[in-house]
């Protein structure tokens, strides 16, 4: 019976463990793929031939056989696509409420066509084509219907992120995003950086938000609201960043102002205030997940410790 209790206690143990550790398996395998498609991206980049600055502008790649400019057929397709939003409109559905997957995209293993790196969100996440929740289980998605990230003008590319997901972070710390935080999105042709220039809490159907805005080139960064809420609540935290020719080589924002502003919009107070109920949420919880598997290690360490030292005291 005592070799079954222990055989229980130990299963036990191994279990509440397993528990604990989980959040930290999945970054490591999700830093490994990262870590992997950067490799790989590194060895495919090179000088992209001249286009237009403007999508509005018919353009197709020239036929090149340079192998450092891999899927160039590819970019002209994002590029006719892009353009197609301008000139056709555009049509988008939140991802939260069935958005349409993307086509087959030839080229694109599963839709993977990059990563997205965040680093005052401290992320790196793998950047997959189409949100769907397929694509968004795995790390994060551009919404179709929006821009591809490939840069011009007239471009604004939504990239959606779940809030938590299983154990792992993805958009959990969008609220720690401030004036001039960056973002980093790395494809097969090229790094492009963004700088966070505002934020908005809107509706899930209000899609006039996300939309291009003439003459810039940006990236929106999606995720559900708020962050405490049990359930879809219909709101979307919304971060807009601008192109930046300035690269900050990952070192977090830089702004002179470390708020980002909050554009006002008819949501209710106690939902629109992201750095209230939900920053100290999201505090607790990334304390607790530093701190609570280490300290749970040390315990059960030290109980083993004392517990094979009362074995071995000789009783009197």
């Not at 940006?218 to 919304?238: F, I, Q």
């Not at 999201?282 to 517990?307: D, K, N, Q, S, W």
Request: aromatic share 8%; net charge negative.
């Amino acid at each position: 019976m005592t070799i079954l209790k222990r055989t229980l206690g130990a299963l036990l143990l191994i279990l509440a463990l397993g528990l604990f550790l989980w959040p930290f398996i999945r970054e490591i395998r999700t830093q490994s793929q990262v870590t992997s498609i950067e490799e790989d991206l590194e060895g495919q980049q090179g000088t992209l031939p001249d286009r237009p600055s403007e999508p509005s502008v018919e353009w197709s790649p020239p036929q090149l056989s340079d192998p450092s400019l891999p899927l160039l057929d590819l970019y002209g397709e994002f590029w006719a696509y892009n353009r197609s939003l301008v000139t056709d409109g555009q049509e988008i559905t939140d991802a939260w409420e069935g958005s349409p997957e993307a086509p087959d995209i030839s080229g694109l293993t599963d839709g993977l066509l990059g990563t997205i790196e965040i680093p005052d969100m401290g992320v790196s996440l793998p950047l997959y084509v189409g949100a769907s929740s397929d694509h968004l289980s795995k790390g994060a998605a551009i919404q179709w219907g929006t821009s591809m990230p490939i840069g011009g003008e007239d471009t604004n590319s939504i990239i959606v992120g779940h809030r938590g997901w299983y154990g792992s972070a993805y958009f959990a710390y969008i609220n720690r995003m401030e004036t001039g935080s960056m973002v980093y999105i790395h494809t097969p042709w090229d790094t492009l950086a963004y700088e966070a220039v505002g934020r908005k809490i809107i509706t899930s159907d209000d899609l006039d938000s996300v939309s291009i805005q003439p003459g810039k080139d940006m990236v929106t960064l999606l995720s559900c609201h708020p962050y405490v809420a049990a359930g879809e609540t219909g709101y979307r935290y919304v971060v807009y960043c601008e192109r930046t020719e300035e690269d900050r080589e990952q070192s977090g924002s830089q702004g002179t102002s470390r708020s980002l502003p909050l554009a006002e919009g008819s949501i209710p107070e106690n939902i629109a205030d992201p750095d209230g109920t939900d920053g100290t949420v999201v505090f607790l919880e990334l304390t607790l997940t530093r701190y609570l598997p280490p300290l749970t290690l040390f315990l059960c360490a030290l109980i083993l410790f004392l517990g094979s030292r009362s074995r071995k005291t000789p009783s009197k």
